[in-house]
């Protein structure tokens, strides 16, 4: 992950993959690293160099996403959308549905939408999947189950519904994840064909960011 590897890597994608805010004030200092990062993607001459630079920017920016996402997350939420998050939470394994949702935080369907990104930073429906893989990520691990199994017990329709969402939210299948984790217990953690390189495109850094910052 950013030329980088170790527990202590595993530990910064966990904080970020479990950031407790997704909709926070950013500030100028994360703009202009951000800004700087983007400028470098664009110059071809010392590629290296830049590369290193580029990967410096990006662990101190997301350094700083987490720090500003932790400081949003000291703000309380309104008990309607606290109620429905926490219900979420509580069962992850369920199919909640935006009905049930809004009508438990005495809310109309339209305006509990609207509330809910505007404190928790992402949409009922993408916070009930993250839910869910979070959860899944466990279960691959912690019970004798095969991957179908899960994916029924988590609420998907089939095994490729669940193994599509689970490479949309973590890049890689779960059967790929699995391989990937028993990789780092065999001391297989750097082996090519687990990790292949990434480039730090403009388009890469972009897509890896988006939902990450957001400045008002």
Same mark, same amino acid.
């Given at each position: 992950f950013l030329g980088a590897s170790g527990e %202590?890597?595993?530990?910064?994608? !966990?904080? #970020?993959?479990? #950031?407790?805010?997704? /909709?926070?004030? +950013?500030? *100028?200092?994360?703009?202009? #690293?951000?800004?700087?990062t983007m400028r470098l993607c664009w110059q071809p001459e010392e590629q290296l160099l830049n590369a290193n630079r580029i990967a410096a920017n990006m662990v101190s920016f997301l350094l700083m996403v987490v720090t500003a996402a932790r400081n949003k997350a000291q703000e309380s939420l @309104? $008990?309607?959308?606290? @109620?429905?998050?926490?219900?979420? &939470?509580? %069962?992850?394994?369920?199919? %909640?549905?935006? /009905?049930?949702?809004? &009508?438990?935080? %005495? #809310?109309?369907? @339209?305006?509990f939408k609207n509330k809910f990104v505007e404190q928790v930073g992402l949409s $009922? +429906?993408?916070?009930?999947? *993250? !839910?869910?893989?979070?959860?899944?990520? /466990?279960?691959?691990?912690?019970?004798?189950?095969?991957?179908t199994e899960i994916a029924m017990q988590l609420g998907f329709s089939s095994h490729q519904h669940f193994s599509g969402t689970f490479k949309r939210y973590i890049g890689c299948p779960p059967s790929a994840y699995v391989a990937q984790r028993r990789g780092k217990e065999c001391g297989l953690e750097n082996h090519p064909d687990l990790y292949p390189p990434v480039r730090m495109t403009p388009r890469y850094i972009g897509e890896f960011c988006h939902g990450y910052f957001a400045e008002e």
């Amino acid at each position: 992950f950013l030329g980088a590897s170790g527990e %202590h890597v595993d530990t910064f994608v !966990n904080a #970020l993959w479990n #950031l407790p805010r997704r /909709n926070f004030l +950013g500030d *100028r200092q994360m703009g202009k #690293l951000l800004a700087d990062t983007m400028r470098l993607c664009w110059q071809p001459e010392e590629q290296l160099l830049n590369a290193n630079r580029i990967a410096a920017n990006m662990v101190s920016f997301l350094l700083m996403v987490v720090t500003a996402a932790r400081n949003k997350a000291q703000e309380s939420l @309104s $008990p309607d959308i606290a @109620s429905a998050v926490k219900w979420i &939470e509580l %069962h992850p394994d369920q199919n %909640h549905h935006i /009905n049930d949702l809004a &009508e438990r935080a %005495h #809310l109309s369907v @339209s305006r509990f939408k609207n509330k809910f990104v505007e404190q928790v930073g992402l949409s $009922p +429906g993408d916070y009930i999947l *993250r !839910n869910k893989i979070a959860l899944a990520k /466990n279960l691959l691990f912690g019970d004798r189950k095969n991957i179908t199994e899960i994916a029924m017990q988590l609420g998907f329709s089939s095994h490729q519904h669940f193994s599509g969402t689970f490479k949309r939210y973590i890049g890689c299948p779960p059967s790929a994840y699995v391989a990937q984790r028993r990789g780092k217990e065999c001391g297989l953690e750097n082996h090519p064909d687990l990790y292949p390189p990434v480039r730090m495109t403009p388009r890469y850094i972009g897509e890896f960011c988006h939902g990450y910052f957001a400045e008002e």
